[in-house]
């Protein structure tokens, strides 16, 4: 069975312009978390989308934002870039109705602001 | 969600058994406790999760307090690659909702 795959797996940038990172759940999970981890720092929850729509964000500015399609797989969108955006993108999926046996995460995508 | 208390960093020598601890002293009924791991650069790993029972699988074991409010992870036989960051996080059962990671326990496992 597939994991959580993400992609791109880096991605450099520059201040102002637009990212979009990707993700592919687990097969039959229907939920999607984003998390960012500056390096150093530790995870910081960013959105969570179920079934297609957002069900919780994160302390996050509105240029953070995202979508999940039918397929259940999903996008991150920072707009305006800034080189404090420059961090690890964590996404993982899980199976609500069995939500009790936790997250799994992918890889990341590492964002780099220039 | 209860908050965690856990030590910054912990060493432990190949071969030996690795003893995280973990305080949740707010910690309410409903909620489960459980582990992850990051190791460097990697998305988190679920380790394991328990209510109230102590729990073991392929891992590791769970041990939680009669009261509930402290936990500690057992790595029975550390290898090297057990070296990651541990977190114990606390979530409510029965609804779906975001794990909120601390800063976790550098494990450094030693030869």
Redesign the interface.
């Known amino acids: 069975e597939a994991g959580?795959t993400q992609s791109p797996t880096h991605l450099i940038k520059t201040r102002g312009q637009q990212a979009t990172l990707r993700c592919s759940p687990i097969s039959g999970h229907t939920?999607v978390?984003w998390?960012q981890q500056a390096l150093g720092l530790?995870?910081q929850?960013l959105l969570?989308y179920?079934e297609g729509e957002e069900?919780?964000r994160?302390n996050f500015p509105p240029r953070f934002s995202g979508r999940q399609f039918p397929n259940y797989s999903s996008e991150l969108n920072v707009n305006a870039l800034e080189l404090e955006d420059s961090a690890?993108y964590?996404c993982?999926s899980?199976l609500?109705s069995r939500?009790?046996?936790?997250?799994?995460?992918?890889?990341?995508t590492?964002l780099t602001v220039v | 969600d209860a908050k965690t208390t856990q030590p910054t960093s912990m060493d432990c020598a190949e071969g030996r058994a690795a003893n995280l601890p973990c305080n949740h002293s707010t910690i309410s009924g409903n909620e489960?406790v459980?582990w992850?791991r990051q190791i460097h650069?990697?998305?988190?790993?679920?380790i394991i999760?328990g209510l109230k029972n102590n729990e073991t699988n392929e891992m590791a074991s769970l041990i939680i307090t009669e009261d509930r409010k402290s936990s500690t992870l057992i790595l029975p036989h550390a290898t090297l690659r057990d070296t990651a960051v541990y977190y114990c996080i606390v979530r409510p059962?029965g609804t779906?909702?975001?794990?909120?990671?601390?800063?976790?326990t550098r494990l450094q496992v030693t030869l």
């Open positions: 959580v939920s978390y998390y530790g995870l929850f969570w179920d069900r919780n994160g690890l964590l993982a899980s609500l939500d009790n046996y936790g997250y799994t995460f992918g890889s990341g590492r | 489960y459980y992850y650069s990697q998305g988190p790993q679920y999760h059962t779906a909702s975001k794990l909120t990671f601390g800063t976790g």
